[in-house]
């Protein structure tokens, strides 16, 4: 089983950019298509971008395209989410998530998609 932490979450003011990283331990998760989601507070958690096993096909929430972008190191078994151009609403803990099932675009916005899930790591953007 994938024992998945996402790092470099923090405060930033508006306008500037983070780079998430999720690392995978336990196993690789080089055949895993992973993606990543968002919850704020008071909020439902909302799906952010996806990326096949061979990072050939990525997927984007409409809130956030053009602006954040899905990657994959599957030699370092990590996962990256840059974040540029952040705003207020981008606000809430991110968590990284893995599956095993075909990457199909109707279902990598689903959380029951994913197998293993990460903590979270908070994303404060002040305005």
């Known amino acids: 089983q994938a024992h998945l932490v996402e790092s470099g979450g923090g405060l930033v003011q508006a306008g500037g950019s983070l780079r998430l990283s999720c690392a995978a331990s336990?196993?690789?998760?080089?055949?895993?298509?992973m993606g990543w989601f968002r919850q704020a507070p008071g909020k439902k958690r909302e799906f952010v971008a996806a990326?096949?096993?061979?990072?050939?096909?990525?997927n984007y929430g409409d809130s956030v395209k053009g602006r954040f972008t899905i990657s994959r190191d599957n030699a370092k078994d990590t996962v990256y989410l840059q974040m540029n151009s952040l705003k207020p609403e981008d606000t809430a803990v991110y968590y990284c998530?893995?599956?095993?099932?075909?990457?199909?675009?109707?279902?990598?916005?689903?959380?029951?998609?994913?197998?293993?899930w990460g903590q979270g790591t908070q994303v404060t953007v002040s305005s």
């Open positions: 990326i096949s096993w061979n990072g050939l096909s990525t």
């Open positions: 998530a893995g599956g095993t099932k075909t990457y199909i675009i109707a279902r990598i916005f689903r959380e029951d998609f994913y197998n293993y």
């Open positions: 336990g196993r690789t998760i080089s055949t895993y298509n």
